[in-house]
């Protein structure tokens, strides 16, 4: 690659996050005191973590029911109320349990 292309590259993604995080900040001066926005903003954040994970769950192994018996492990354990290490032990331990049936 170019470095100028790429240090152009780096300067434009630079200013778009820059732009982003920042223009909130200057538009937005009071506390927003509507429920409806403020309960869609304290979702944002763990919404676009499962929109970003959840696709990946279904690719961690070669083994597609594989993946799919760790997800139904993972919801059903953290339904019950299990901590994250439980959680994320026991799907990969049926992952890898499965795999080695499958």
Do not use: E, H, W
């Amino acid at each position: 690659m170019n470095p100028d292309g790429f240090f152009l590259y780096l300067l434009v993604m630079a200013g778009t996050t820059y732009l982003v995080r920042a223009i909130p900040f200057v538009l937005i001066r009071k506390k927003i005191k509507n429920r409806f926005l403020n309960s869609f903003l304290y979702y944002i954040p763990y919404t676009v973590l499962a929109a970003m994970t959840f696709p990946a769950i279904f690719y961690v192994s070669s083994s597609l029911p594989a993946s799919i018996l760790g997800t139904i492990t993972a919801l059903a354990l953290s339904f019950f109320g299990q901590s994250l290490l439980v959680v994320a032990a026991s799907s990969a331990l049926v992952i890898y349990l499965a795999q080695l049936v499958l």
